[in-house]
């Protein structure tokens, strides 16, 4: 996504710094912590103390804009453009995505409105019901601009073609170029027919002292914490979670927003809470939170929260006056294998000087671009960040921009910022599967008292209404059981049916709560009720101590299916030992994330440390082949045996296995599956098996 000129001058708030990308340079760095925290308002003056109480003084705009300018060689960039931008242009405008160039809109003909409007279409679909205009940029990039009148013209023309497709127009900045002309970026967000609003899930991860659900708090409740956790209280679960201060368990908390981009979570007219179900009804799009633990004792429950739950982004929460622990770059490191986008969220920035917070800010960067990772870190400062950082916030770009954003639960600073950030996060596509058979799989059961039974979870394709009948399974034996979906909720709202891609909660008649466990699915009663006991999968080893041979045991996360698996076979491919399209399961477009992760120090390469090779001058893969097993870097496909009992497990499903409370083993995909009756009998395979 493309953005506009940084360099010229912003009309709308004429105070701000220039962007500052991540840099090597301390001076550098220095600017980014000062242009972070600097006060905004004349009233935060016990924030502007904390600040100063560094070593060093703090930076002014003027000297933040001239250390930046310094730096600027270098810069990192992202698809060959740089992210403080260029002087006088944007690049081209793109094909395709939800990205449109437009250089005027005054007085269009009838024929000429209908083809912006159909235009409009097009882009928003692109978006996923979100599209981005730059008005007074040509169809080249050049930044023309228009006086202040055309663009006014040119923004009702805007405003008028969004309400012919039901959608809504915000500006979201204006500028003035170097000419004195203006230029604008506007945001245009249009909720699809058949959705009640847009949704997005965020994970929150990090450190148990980070302050993830107090940030969460604060962010849902409208209210700032008190310093001593008042604010994550309505998030936790257990007794012993508000005893501890530590989450345990996987709780959910919705944020949503109005068209304007506005908080709907609280009144603004006396600033009391909003039920779920009014926020629901007033948002067009809502950002759902999945607070993951963040202790090391409740690692399993964090993983099966990552692979589980479908989740979209991940928000890595960091505490500034401790920086990165052993957990942080452990959860990161989960992150980056299950290819999902991460922005970081440095909290209690009001506990430490700023010359901690530039220590913590340091190893963030220096944890973000290393080997295996390769993220461009981008400090938050302003509200030209956030567009730009959202902009280039890609699910599909491995090598993406990480928005780092210092704030504080207690003084509120830069929350605003997070908010507008979370705002503009892209929407994901919908799965296209609303004609296939239905398949939900179960996260989460419940006994509702004096109701019933309820599963919760994510309804991967196709609809299910209330009425319909399921097969819920598979159960120790292997079977199904038919139930009733007699009730649905989605959250905490009833609804009459919900689609593919959608989390909620089934009411079952016709089931015990006993016969119900996580990591079952519920399919259509004409569908086709598989059970398997083994499988294979296409396996990339991220780290391994020695070497690993049939008969290794593992707990394998599938999905919702955690369970522990035994190794029966490894198979390399003829000739090179490298199982084809393994690397797949890190990236197909960079090689360079596949060797190792941030906290893998080491990495099999001294012949005496991998067992067979003892003596000998063969390198630790090919010992390892010698001997059946696989080394640290190895592709090949892995046959697992389920330990317990029969699961659901899908051709093309994502795997990942550890060992206990280790760091995270391999990764892949399920190439094949065997049905468990006869115990022979494939069900299917992906082409690259066959």
């Given at each position: 996504?493309?953005?506009?000129?940084?360099?010229?001058?912003?009309?709308?708030?004429?105070?701000?710094?220039?962007?500052?990308?991540?840099?090597?340079?301390?001076?550098?760095?220095?600017?980014?912590?000062?242009?972070?925290?600097?006060?905004?308002?004349?009233?935060?003056?016990?924030?502007?103390?904390?600040?100063?109480?560094?070593?060093?003084?703090?930076?002014?705009?003027?000297?933040?804009?001239?250390?930046?300018?310094?730096?600027?060689?270098?810069?990192?960039?992202?698809?060959?453009?740089?992210?403080?931008?260029?002087?006088?242009?944007?690049?081209?405008?793109?094909?395709?995505?939800?990205?449109?160039?437009?250089?005027?809109?005054?007085?269009?003909?009838?024929?000429?409105?209908?083809?912006?409007?159909?235009?409009?279409?097009?882009?928003?679909?692109?978006?996923?019901?979100?599209?981005?205009?730059?008005?007074?940029?040509?169809?080249?990039?050049?930044?023309?601009?228009?006086?202040?009148?055309?663009?006014?013209?040119?923004?009702?023309?805007?405003?008028?073609?969004?309400?012919?497709?039901?959608?809504?127009?915000?500006?979201?900045?204006?500028?003035?170029?170097?000419?004195?002309?203006?230029?604008?970026?506007?945001?245009?967000?249009?909720?699809?027919?058949?959705?009640?609003?847009?949704?997005?899930?965020?994970?929150?991860?990090?450190?148990?002292?980070?302050?993830?659900?107090?940030?969460?708090?604060?962010?849902?409740?409208?209210?700032?914490?008190?310093?001593?956790g008042k604010a994550r209280l309505n998030?936790?679960?257990?007794?012993?979670?508000?005893?501890?201060?530590?989450?345990?368990?996987?709780?959910?908390?919705?944020?949503?927003?109005?068209?304007?981009?506005?908080?709907?979570?609280?009144?603004?007219?006396?600033?009391?809470?909003?039920?779920?179900?009014?926020?629901?009804?007033?948002?067009?799009?809502?950002?759902?939170?999945?607070?993951?633990?963040?202790?090391?004792?409740?690692?399993?429950?964090?993983?099966?929260?990552?692979?589980?739950?479908?989740?979209?982004?991940?928000?890595?929460?960091?505490?500034?006056?401790?920086?990165?622990?052993?957990?942080?770059?452990?959860?990161?490191?989960?992150?980056?294998?299950?290819?999902?986008?991460?922005?970081?969220?440095?909290?209690?920035?009001?506990?430490?000087s700023r010359s901690v917070l530039k220590?913590?800010?340091?190893?963030?960067?220096?944890?973000?671009?290393?080997?295996?990772?390769?993220?461009?870190?981008?400090?938050?400062?302003?509200?030209?960040?956030?567009?730009?950082?959202?902009?280039?916030?890609?699910?599909?770009?491995?090598?993406?921009?990480?928005?780092?954003?210092?704030?504080?639960?207690?003084?509120?600073?830069?929350?605003?910022?997070?908010?507008?950030?979370?705002?503009?996060?892209?929407?994901?596509?919908?799965?296209?599967?609303?004609?296939?058979?239905?398949?939900?799989?179960?996260?989460?059961?419940?006994?509702?008292?004096?109701?019933?039974?309820?599963?919760?979870?994510?309804?991967?394709?196709?609809?299910?209404?209330?009425?319909?009948?399921?097969?819920?399974?598979?159960?120790?034996?292997?079977?199904?059981?038919?139930?009733?979906?007699?009730?649905?909720?989605?959250?905490?709202?009833?609804?009459?049916?919900?689609?593919?891609?959608?989390?909620?909660?089934?009411?079952?008649?016709?089931?015990?709560?006993?016969?119900?466990?996580?990591?079952?699915?519920?399919?259509?009663?004409?569908?086709?009720?598989?059970?398997?006991?083994?499988?294979?999968?296409?396996?990339?080893?991220?780290?391994?101590?020695?070497?690993?041979?049939?008969?290794?045991?593992?707990?394998?996360?599938?999905?919702?299916?955690?369970?522990?698996?035994?190794?029966?076979?490894?198979?390399?491919?003829?000739?090179?030992?490298?199982?084809?399209?393994?690397?797949?399961?890190?990236?197909?477009?960079?090689?360079?994330?596949?060797?190792?992760?941030a906290s893998s120090t080491s990495v099999?390469?001294?012949?005496?440390?991998?067992?067979?090779?003892?003596?000998?001058?063969?390198?630790?893969?090919?010992?390892?082949?010698?001997?059946?097993?696989?080394?640290?870097?190895?592709?090949?496909?892995?046959?697992?045996?389920?330990?317990?009992?029969?699961?659901?497990?899908?051709?093309?499903?994502?795997?990942?296995?550890?060992?206990?409370?280790?760091?995270?083993?391999?990764?892949?995909?399920?190439?094949?599956?065997?049905?468990?009756?006869?115990?022979?009998?494939?069900?299917?395979?992906?082409?690259?098996?066959?």
């Open positions: 996504m493309c953005h506009l000129n940084s360099t010229t001058t912003d009309t709308m708030s004429s105070e701000q710094p220039e962007l500052v990308v991540s840099v090597s340079a301390d001076a550098s760095l220095e600017a980014q912590v000062a242009t972070a925290t600097r006060t905004d308002v004349s009233g935060d003056a016990s924030l502007n103390a904390t600040v100063a109480d560094g070593n060093t003084s703090p930076c002014s705009p003027t000297t933040a804009r001239r250390l930046a300018a310094a730096a600027s060689s270098r810069r990192r960039t992202v698809s060959g453009t740089s992210l403080a931008e260029c002087g006088d242009s944007l690049p081209p405008e793109p094909q395709e995505g939800n990205t449109e160039y437009k250089l005027k809109l005054i007085d269009p003909t009838a024929y000429r409105f209908e083809h912006l409007v159909t235009q409009m279409k097009w882009r928003i679909a692109e978006g996923q019901g979100e599209a981005l205009y730059e008005i007074g940029v040509a169809d080249d990039g050049s930044l023309t601009g228009l006086s202040q009148s055309e663009l006014e013209l040119s923004l009702q023309t805007l405003r008028e073609m969004a309400a012919r497709v039901g959608a809504h127009a915000t500006v979201l900045r204006t500028r003035s170029t170097a000419q004195g002309k203006c230029v604008a970026e506007v945001h245009i967000r249009r909720v699809p027919d058949s959705q009640q609003f847009l949704e997005v899930r965020v994970g929150v991860i990090g450190n148990g002292t980070a302050g993830k659900s107090t940030v969460l708090g604060v962010l849902t409740g409208g209210e700032l914490d008190n310093g001593r998030l936790f679960r257990h007794h012993h979670e508000i005893k501890t201060g530590r989450t345990s368990s996987l709780s959910h908390e919705i944020l949503g927003f109005d068209s304007d981009g506005n908080v709907v979570n609280v009144n603004a007219e006396d600033g009391t809470a909003v039920c779920t179900a009014e926020i629901c009804e007033r948002s067009s799009k809502i950002i759902k939170f999945i607070d993951l633990p963040g202790h090391e004792r409740y690692l399993r429950t964090t993983v099966f929260g990552l692979t589980g739950r479908e989740i979209h982004y991940v928000a890595l929460v960091v505490a500034g006056n401790i920086g990165p622990t052993g957990t942080t770059r452990e959860h990161l490191d989960l992150a980056v294998v299950l290819q999902v986008p991460v922005f970081i969220v440095v909290t209690k920035i009001d506990l430490c220590k913590s800010l340091s190893e963030i960067m220096n944890l973000l671009k290393a080997p295996g990772v390769n993220k461009v870190p981008l400090v938050v400062s302003g509200k030209d960040d956030v567009v730009v950082g959202a902009g280039h916030f890609k699910q599909a770009d491995i090598s993406q921009v990480t928005p780092i954003f210092l704030a504080s639960n207690v003084t509120g600073k830069n929350l605003d910022l997070l908010r507008s950030f979370l705002n503009l996060l892209p929407a994901t596509p919908e799965p296209e599967t609303l004609d296939e058979p239905p398949l939900f799989q179960v996260e989460e059961t419940f006994q509702v008292h004096n109701v019933g039974p309820v599963v919760a979870g994510t309804l991967l394709k196709g609809m299910v209404r209330c009425g319909d009948t399921m097969m819920l399974g598979p159960d120790a034996s292997g079977t199904y059981l038919p139930v009733e979906v007699i009730g649905i909720h989605r959250n905490r709202t009833p609804y009459r049916a919900v689609k593919g891609g959608q989390m909620a909660s089934f009411l079952l008649h016709g089931v015990e709560r006993s016969d119900i466990r996580t990591g079952q699915v519920l399919l259509h009663e004409t569908g086709d009720p598989l059970a398997c006991l083994e499988f294979e999968a296409d396996i990339f080893l991220l780290h391994h101590a020695t070497c690993l041979t049939p008969r290794f045991q593992a707990t394998a996360y599938v999905g919702s299916v955690r369970q522990t698996v035994q190794v029966v076979s490894i198979t390399f491919s003829e000739g090179t030992g490298v199982a084809p399209g393994a690397s797949e399961a890190l990236s197909a477009a960079d090689e360079s994330t596949t060797p190792r992760l099999v390469a001294d012949p005496s440390l991998s067992g067979p090779c003892a003596g000998d001058t063969c390198s630790p893969s090919s010992a390892a082949r010698k001997a059946g097993g696989m080394v640290t870097g190895d592709n090949a496909i892995v046959r697992f045996r389920l330990t317990q009992r029969p699961e659901f497990v899908q051709v093309g499903a994502r795997i990942l296995f550890r060992d206990g409370p280790s760091k995270c083993k391999g990764i892949g995909t399920v190439t094949m599956v065997q049905r468990h009756e006869s115990g022979s009998l494939v069900l299917s395979q992906s082409p690259r098996a066959r």
